[in-house]
């Protein structure tokens, strides 16, 4: 029996809401590209997270955090893909489709833009060391050691990955609604900017970060 389990909702609630690196690649992608950019972002964060659930059981998400080697290589990776994204928006023209999608917002999208929305997504979170702490630090507290510990890490995990679904698709849901007035070219492009600083500043401060 998971121990406080109304406790840990309310905790991985929050750590899921408050905007942090997925909130803005989805919101990048949703906005430039459409909602299925942004459910394709949330498929490759979903799918990290399954990932890293499953190094969670295998015992090796363990050996990572504990490794100050594996944990700074993953972390200056992470670190050097969010710059890398920062310096991409900051360097993203406005997109000569803009004016088309306010009146259609039915264009097609390219095939490729959906693949590197997914790429963007499952990679950000597989090098993201925070979402490797929590399966580390913040599930073991909750789980009972008397009883079998897979099924309440599964639990557990099942719980933060249906908590993010939610949230994510109702976030694409809602920049949706809203996409026609940032796809105008001068809100696109201060848009573009600020995403790319925020994800530049995020990158820095990765890399900074000290271990827990």
Same mark, same amino acid.
């Given at each position: 029996?998971? %121990?406080?389990?109304w406790?840990f ?11 942090g690196?997925?909130? !803005?690649?989805?919101t ?14 949330t498929?490759?964060?979903i799918?990290?997270?399954f ?9 090796l998400?363990?050996?990572v ?5 594996l944990?700074t290589?993953?972390k200056y ?12 928006? !900051? ?12 009146k259609d917002?039915?264009?097609?999208i390219? %095939? ?8 963007q ?9 925070k ?5 580390v630090?913040l599930?073991p507290?909750f789980i009972n ?42 809100v696109?492009?201060?848009?573009n ?14 890399a900074?970060e000290?271990?827990?």
């Amino acid at each position: 029996m998971i %121990e406080n389990l109304w406790v840990f909702v309310m905790i991985a609630t929050l750590i899921v809401v408050i905007p942090g690196v997925d909130f !803005l690649l989805v919101t990048k992608n949703t906005l430039n590209f459409g909602k299925n950019a942004g459910h394709f972002t949330t498929l490759g964060i979903i799918l990290a997270l399954f990932i890293w659930t499953l190094l969670a059981v295998l015992g090796l998400a363990t050996v990572v955090a504990s490794s100050i080697v594996l944990f700074t290589i993953i972390k200056y990776l992470g670190a050097l893909y969010l710059i890398w994204l920062g310096i991409q928006a !900051l360097l993203a023209k406005k997109s000569s489709m803009g004016d088309l999608l306010i009146k259609d917002q039915h264009i097609q999208i390219p %095939e490729k833009t959906y693949r590197h929305c997914f790429t963007q997504g499952i990679v950000t979170d597989l090098l993201n060391p925070k979402t490797l702490l929590l399966y580390v630090t913040l599930m073991p507290q909750f789980i009972n050691t008397d009883a079998a510990v897979t099924p309440q890490l599964l639990m557990l995990a099942a719980i933060l990955i249906a908590i993010s679904i939610i949230w994510l698709v109702l976030v694409v849901y809602i920049l949706n609604i809203i996409r026609a007035w940032f796809l105008r070219p001068s809100v696109q492009s201060v848009f573009n900017k600020i995403t790319g600083i925020v994800l530049i500043s995020l990158g820095v401060k990765l890399a900074f970060e000290r271990q827990a």
